[in-house]
């Protein structure tokens, strides 16, 4: 059958060729005689931009790249298996428009790394910001979103491969964004909102395609907050580091170490981490939550040593977690930026501030170092490598805002 397949497509595509010299109604007719899913198959192949552009062969193709179910699945499928590229926000240009980077198409090639300016339509609301500061705060699903630095009340989701912008606007004031986020049930993207008053905590969903807030009965009694980093998302469910209790604001939450958020059932939960007790709030701000081959872990820097510790959750319905690695950031043998953390430690004592795990695709960790760039830690092989950023004026990425990125087509409203 597979066989009959090929030979049939062969065919097919072979009398296409003098169909080009006859004009554009015989290549559509052509085309037309291909089934969907192949065609589907074929243009899901395609690097991005050769593939918007194949949105202008013909009304089908269009209709297919741009509202086929299947192919908008396919698609981000293909894009969650390779590696996930890099996007930097330059900080010192936000109040000028935005300048995005991607880093990372060639993340395995040993020669320099590649980066790539995002196109950005100067109509768009993000560039035209000139006496308010939007910071790239989240990425989801190819999604970013923005946020207003001074209102606090104005969100800006964007896809740069679509160039679909949608603005978001509450008035849920005082509170926390605390995610953006792609329900796989629904096939929809959301943000979830905690709104604080005293002691009480309530929290709220925005539903993209319904343009409303709507409040979540289970946090009724949920007084948690997260600490506002990227959830890892990990089966059907957020997950972050917890900042503080509302109503025990002394007590180092290490009983509720880690904040859950079902997004099927919208329901918000705590687990303990793993690992000691901690005998100050202060070590939960140098813990991160990531994911690696479909697992929870739980990162853990000591500051006192300049050690990650990583632990992995196993068994998730159980909560077996397993200590899995220990990286000495201060090895000379392995990392180039030992003597740094001698240096800035006589300085500040925020090192944690400093120093951000982002992301563990294919083995390998993604750190950044402020005032030092971004490096690649082979967690199996204890191999780094350092990614050059985009240079500017006033030094080498020093000023640079990175996050993991994935390229997609979903739309967002």
Same mark, same amino acid.
């Given at each position: 059958?597979?066989?009959?397949?090929? !030979?049939?497509?062969?065919?097919?595509?072979?009398?296409?060729?003098?169909?080009?010299?006859?004009?554009?109604?015989?290549?559509?007719?052509?085309?037309?005689?291909?089934?969907?899913?192949?065609?589907?198959?074929?243009?899901?192949?395609?690097?991005?931009?050769?593939?918007?552009?194949?949105?202008?062969?013909?009304?089908?193709?269009?209709?297919?790249?741009?509202?086929?179910?299947?192919?908008?699945?396919?698609?981000?499928?293909?894009?969650?298996?390779?590696?996930?590229?890099?996007?930097?926000?330059?900080?010192?240009?936000?109040?000028?428009?935005?300048?995005?980077?991607?880093?990372?198409?060639?993340?395995?090639?040993?020669?320099?790394?590649?980066?790539?300016?995002?196109?950005?339509?100067?109509?768009?609301?993000?560039?035209?910001?000139?006496?308010?500061?939007?910071?790239?705060?989240?990425?989801?699903?190819?999604?970013?979103?923005?946020?207003?630095?001074?209102?606090?009340?104005?969100?800006?989701?964007?896809?740069?491969? !679509?160039?679909?912008?949608?603005?978001?606007?509450?008035?849920?004031?005082?509170?926390?964004?605390?995610?953006?986020?792609?329900?796989?049930?629904?096939?929809?993207?959301?943000?979830?909102?905690?709104?604080?008053?005293?002691?009480?905590?309530?929290?709220?969903?925005?539903?993209?395609?319904?343009?409303?807030?709507?409040?979540?009965?289970?946090?009724?009694?949920?007084?948690?907050?997260?600490?506002?980093?990227?959830?890892?998302?990990?089966?059907?469910?957020?997950?972050?580091?917890?900042?503080?209790?509302?109503?025990?604001?002394?007590?180092?939450?290490?009983?509720?170490?880690?904040?859950?958020?079902?997004?099927?059932?919208?329901?918000?939960?705590?687990?303990?981490?793993?690992?000691?007790?901690?005998?100050?709030?202060?070590?939960?701000?140098?813990?991160?939550?990531?994911?690696?081959?479909?697992?929870?872990?739980?990162?853990?820097?000591?500051?006192?040593?300049?050690?990650?510790?990583?632990?992995?959750?196993?068994?998730?319905?159980?909560?077996?977690?397993?200590?899995?690695?220990?990286?000495?950031?201060?090895?000379?043998?392995?990392?180039?930026?030992?003597?740094?953390?001698?240096?800035?430690?006589?300085?500040?004592?925020?090192?944690?501030?400093?120093?951000?795990?982002?992301?563990?695709?294919?083995?390998?960790?993604?750190?950044?170092?402020?005032?030092?760039?971004?490096?690649?830690?082979?967690?199996?092989?204890?191999?780094?490598?350092?990614?050059?950023?985009?240079?500017?004026?006033?030094?080498?990425?020093?000023?640079?805002?990175?996050?993991?990125?994935?390229?997609?087509?979903?739309?967002?409203?």
């Amino acid at each position: 059958m597979a066989l009959e397949c090929f !030979t049939w497509t062969t065919e097919l595509l072979g009398s296409l060729f003098p169909a080009i010299w006859k004009g554009e109604e015989e290549i559509t007719e052509t085309f037309e005689r291909l089934p969907d899913c192949l065609i589907i198959d074929i243009l899901s192949r395609l690097p991005t931009y050769s593939l918007l552009r194949c949105r202008w062969v013909c009304r089908h193709w269009r209709a297919l790249v741009s509202s086929h179910d299947y192919f908008i699945t396919l698609y981000d499928d293909l894009s969650r298996a390779s590696r996930p590229l890099i996007l930097l926000q330059d900080y010192l240009t936000i109040k000028h428009g935005q300048d995005l980077y991607v880093v990372g198409e060639n993340l395995n090639n040993k020669k320099k790394v590649a980066f790539k300016q995002l196109y950005l339509r100067p109509e768009l609301m993000i560039n035209k910001y000139w006496d308010h500061q939007l910071v790239l705060t989240y990425s989801c699903q190819g999604v970013l979103l923005f946020g207003d630095l001074k209102w606090q009340s104005t969100y800006y989701a964007f896809n740069p491969i !679509t160039q679909e912008e949608v603005a978001v606007q509450h008035t849920l004031h005082p509170g926390y964004l605390c995610a953006l986020y792609f329900c796989p049930y629904t096939r929809q993207f959301r943000l979830l909102y905690a709104q604080v008053r005293g002691s009480c905590c309530q929290y709220f969903v925005y539903i993209f395609r319904k343009w409303t807030w709507r409040k979540i009965r289970s946090s009724s009694s949920f007084n948690f907050l997260s600490s506002g980093d990227t959830p890892a998302v990990v089966s059907g469910a957020l997950h972050w580091i917890m900042d503080h209790d509302l109503e025990k604001k002394d007590i180092p939450p290490c009983a509720n170490g880690i904040m859950v958020f079902r997004m099927d059932k919208e329901e918000l939960s705590t687990i303990p981490h793993p690992g000691s007790m901690c005998n100050s709030k202060r070590r939960h701000r140098t813990m991160t939550l990531l994911v690696k081959d479909d697992s929870l872990c739980f990162c853990n820097l000591l500051i006192s040593n300049y050690v990650v510790d990583i632990w992995i959750l196993k068994v998730y319905e159980m909560r077996i977690w397993i200590k899995r690695y220990n990286i000495d950031l201060c090895d000379e043998r392995i990392f180039p930026f030992s003597l740094y953390f001698m240096e800035i430690s006589s300085l500040t004592s925020d090192i944690c501030g400093r120093i951000k795990l982002l992301n563990i695709q294919e083995g390998e960790l993604l750190l950044h170092l402020l005032g030092q760039g971004l490096f690649l830690y082979n967690l199996d092989h204890r191999t780094v490598k350092r990614i050059e950023l985009p240079p500017r004026q006033s030094g080498w990425g020093l000023w640079y805002t990175p996050m993991p990125y994935m390229k997609s087509f979903l739309a967002i409203a």
